[in-house]
């Protein structure tokens, strides 16, 4: 925009927090004994967390209030919201106005009310009886008007729309194809508020256990300085580069991601800084909101935290807490790159100038970062070994002199830091822009490293519980925050080192208090979200987005995945991360599940958990609701739709990856050896960076139309090798369902054999198809490996008719939508086993031919152009 009456205004770095503050803490911040009381509570919440976390819990905390953790959680988050979110604009930002008192210590009772009256409850078998129900209609009114001010009108609205399914889905009004039987006020209320169906379900008590600390950790951590300290270090390593703040925004994003839980606060966080800095190389300042608003909700699939979304997957998906970080870590890393690579390719296309006077080539700069993050990596690792020789020499000692040990290096690296000055914010609008010297300020901020180690050492070797492992990580803070000043004053020869010890307890009790009041819109969130979670539960509404799904796909797989993707995407809009997770994840996992099992196509949950997960994040881009683009156009002054749509077009990749995964799990590291990862992660970020030239219309120059869909070709060929070899080699061996027992019988153990079943679904009758895949179990003759399988086989007639499956058998949940006793047998109509077939790496070797080819064109095309370029200047 030219004119500069339809040009936005870069809000200050006031206006900024409390931007932040409103959509994050909390806007209102009031004086004297009611803000002391804030604070305190907000301390108290954070403290009650850790040492719920803690391995003295059961010795120090009641077991009754331990088992009703869930219900304290939800009392503290509906009372803080009370306090520090005015209900409506007009309301005061410094008092507490008086039905917010009643707001607040209402919803602390009516959260705790399954406390309270637990014991008549369980007298009554657990269901509500005409007062729990009105108590629970309360707690739902009183929970909608504390997310309302967390989280805006859209979440209130869905659970709102869920919430009239449950009482009005059985009116005569409502289509045939969406109605349910209906239930009861208190029935309904039982499974919402006092039973752990619905908002005390499996959302609020991952909240509860393992996402507070995680949240917490990132506050203290950022409050320690480390979030500065990335930041600092990015900038100093990139910032001299083609695009250099660009690239430093993307890697310091991906830093303050790992500790971040909101998109929004990591955009105004690091783009505050690097926004004015991107302008001033060149980018226009809804490009430049655009790659912060990039790099910034990518730090929301980036482990360890996701959002907290990965550890809600433990719960779904049923798998370790290693296992989902380990699958969604080559996706968010690859990402990543080729983020930097666009930003690379802008920098490059429209020849931006760089800032400062140090040059160093790219390539080394990369080899740096790399070496870095391999030496980290290894550095975790082998923190194993001396840790388990210390515990092999003193057994019963060992958890002191590792502490001993630890504190010692900690000194050791804060004396460090305290040869070098504390890092200060740099101001992006300064007439001359200095950029940090890593090799000078690296030593600053080292000892910041050493509660990642922690974390991650007992996430990863010691295999503990994600809790509990932030709990020890979270500890180490705590010391880091007391004494970090203190020690730099004491080794810096300063007078009074106590003067500093005060400051340290401020800024622990400050990040307790940011902790805290982070949480009070996730810990809601995920309250609000399991009404919705309850509805599916009670309803069934689940199959019923099934069919919608395949009505409007018509069966076709491709496009199943690109409505559910679009679904996705719009029931995330306005929600934060973990809310979004929660309500994608309840109500398009089972449609992927079904839908994809009926035309063939089978996958582990994780990757399709993954698929809707990236796909509702992305609404955080996406206008009209795309909340990080409207705080990024804050900070750039630049125009808040066009940096939405640029910004998704800069997350062409991260919506390419979730279809890629589908369909290729090789990317997600499941079943792969140690080699295999190696070679998927080269291949696969060989195959982002050429999608990204594709997209992007420049490669080494400007592509020609051809080239870009070559490098497409190449792009797709490398990330799904298995189709071209499909084509060329089939991976099944088609068999007769009359010979399926030979076929078991025949097969080696462990071989995976596609079983295609057929019959008529148990509420339409409609007959349908399922591919599930069974494995050969070492059981003497094919009937016997079919009936370890979970498939009763009875012959008759030429058709291979089955049972229904035993109940709590593998097979009984995905067989359970068929109707075993009706006229129509459920029966086997199709059988593949495994085939003989090449490696479907070899066909990396044409992709990578055709890309040498296009490299090989292009140079000499650019060569050609700079010539041109130099005669006429």
């Keep these: 925009m030219s004119s500069d009456s339809t040009k936005n205004q870069a809000l200050s770095e006031a206006e900024l927090q409390e931007l932040v503050a409103a959509s994050d803490t909390g806007a209102r911040d009031p004086h004297g004994s009611v803000g002391l009381l804030i604070a305190a509570v907000a301390v108290i919440w954070s403290l009650f967390q850790v040492l719920l976390a803690s391995p003295i819990a059961p010795y120090v905390l009641p077991g009754d209030l331990i088992n009703n953790s869930r219900q ?48 008549k409850i369980v007298n009554n078998g657990g269901l509500a009886d005409q007062t729990d129900a009105y108590a629970a209609v309360a707690g739902l009114l009183f929970l909608f008007v504390a997310a309302y001010r967390t989280l805006g009108p859209v979440m209130v609205a869905l659970a709102i729309v869920f919430l009239a399914y449950v009482f009005f889905g059985s009116s005569e009004i409502v289509p045939d194809q969406i109605r349910w ?38 506050a203290l951590l950022d409050r320690a300085g480390a979030g500065n300290y990335f930041i600092k270090m990015a900038f100093g390593a990139l910032g001299h580069l083609r695009g250099g703040p660009a690239k430093a925004a993307v890697v310091g994003s991906a830093a303050t991601g790992l500790i971040s839980g909101s998109s929004i606060a990591n955009v105004v966080t690091t783009g505050t800084f690097t926004i004015p800095l991107m302008k001033r190389v060149g980018f226009s300042a809804e490009k430049a909101g655009s790659v912060e608003v990039a790099s910034s909700v990518n730090g929301q699939i980036m482990p360890p935290v996701m959002g907290a979304a990965a550890f809600l997957m433990v719960e779904y998906v ?35 100038p760089t800032i400062g006077n140090k040059v160093v080539s790219l390539a080394k700069t990369i080899g740096g970062m790399f070496a870095f993050f391999a030496g980290f990596a290894a550095l975790c690792y082998a923190t194993q070994y001396p840790v388990g020789w210390i ?114 307890v401020t800024d622990l009790i400050e990040g307790l208090i940011d902790g805290a009041r982070n949480m009070i819109g996730i810990g809601l969130a995920t309250a609000t979200a399991g009404i919705i979670v309850g509805t599916v539960s009670l309803t069934g509404i689940g199959q019923v987005m099934a069919d919608f799904v395949e009505f409007l796909s018509g069966g076709n797989l491709i496009l199943m995945l690109m409505f559910v993707a679009i679904l996705s995407l719009i029931l995330g809009m306005g929600l934060p991360t973990t809310a979004n997770y929660i309500v994608v994840s309840s109500l398009m996992v089972g449609v992927v599940v079904e839908l994809g099992a009926q035309s063939g196509l089978v996958v582990p949950l994780i990757a399709v958990h993954l698929f809707v997960f990236y796909f509702g994040i992305m609404a955080d881009v996406t206008p009209p609701v795309g909340l990080a683009s409207f705080a990024a156009a804050a900070v ?63 490669f080494l120059t400007k592509s020609r139309i051809w080239e870009t869909a070559a490098l497409l070709l190449v792009a797709f060929a490398l990330f799904r090798p298995g189709f071209f070899m499909n084509q060329i080699q089939p991976p099944f061996a088609e068999i007769a369902p009359t010979q399926v027992e030979q076929a078991f019988e025949t097969a080696e153990v462990g071989d995976a054999i596609r079983v295609v ?117």
Excluded at 790 to 812: C, H, K, N, R, S
Excluded at 818 to 844: H, N, R, S
Aim: with cysteine.
């Design 72 to 119: 304290f959680h939800l009392a503290f988050a509906m009372f803080l919201a009370a306090m520090a979110y005015p209900l409506f604009k007009s309301s005061p930002r410094h008092c507490i106005p008086w039905y917010d008192w009643l707001f607040g210590l209402g919803g602390v009772f009516l959260a705790l009310y399954g406390y309270f009256f637990y014991q």
């Design 181 to 218: 039987a209906g239930a009861s006020l208190r029935k309904a209320m039982s499974h919402m508020w006092i039973t752990s169906e619905g908002v005390f379900g499996i959302a609020l008590g991952v909240s509860t256990k393992f996402v507070f600390l995680f949240v917490l950790f990132g």
């Design 318 to 352: 049923g798998i370790s807490y290693v296992e989902v970080i380990t699958h969604a870590f080559l996706p968010a890393v690859i990402s990543y790159i080729a983020l930097v690579y666009i930003v690379h390719l802008e920098a490059v296309k429209n020849r931006m």
């Design 391 to 504: 515990v092999s020499l003193l057994p019963a000692g060992s958890g002191w002199a590792l502490s001993l040990i630890l504190f010692a290096i900690y000194v050791f690296l804060v004396y460090l830091a305290a040869q070098v000055p504390d890092l200060e914010a740099d101001d992006p609008n300064a007439e001359i822009v200095e950029l940090p010297d890593v090799a000078k300020i690296y030593k600053s901020g080292l000892y910041y490293l050493l509660p990642i180690i922690v974390l991650v050492y007992f996430l990863m070797i010691e295999r503990k519980s994600p809790g509990l492992s932030a709990f020890w990580a979270t500890m180490l803070l705590f010391g880091i925050l007391l004494t970090q000043k203190s020690l730099k004053a004491f080794f810096r020869g300063e007078i009074d080192p106590a003067v500093r010890l005060h400051e340290g």
């Design 636 to 698: 750039s002054g630049g125009d808040a739709i066009r940096t939405g749509f640029t910004a998704f077009f800069y997350s062409l990749r991260t919506v390419a990856l979730p279809f890629v995964f589908i369909f290729n799990t090789d990317l997600l590291l499941i079943d792969v050896t140690l080699t295999q990862g190696i070679i998927v992660f080269i291949v696969a970020t060989i195959g982002i960076l050429v999608f990204t030239a594709a997209t992007m219309g420049f």
């Design 757 to 873: 079943i057929s019959g008529p679904d148990f509420d339409t009758l409609a007959v349908k198809d399922l591919t599930v895949v069974l494995n050969v179990a070492d059981a003497a003759g094919g009937t016997a490996r079919l009936e370890a399988a979970g498939l009763t086989v009875v012959p008759q007639d030429g058709i291979m008719q089955l049972d229904e499956p035993m109940f709590g058998t593998a097979l009984a949940d995905k067989l359970a939508s068929f109707d075993f006793y009706g006229d129509d047998p459920v029966q086997i109509t199709a059988v593949q086993a495994p085939a003989e077939q090449m490696p479907k790496e070899l066909i990396f070797i044409p992709a990578l031919l055709l890309l040498g080819l296009i490299a090989l064109l292009q140079t000499r095309r650019a060569k050609q152009e700079d010539y041109e370029q130099g005669v006429t200047a």
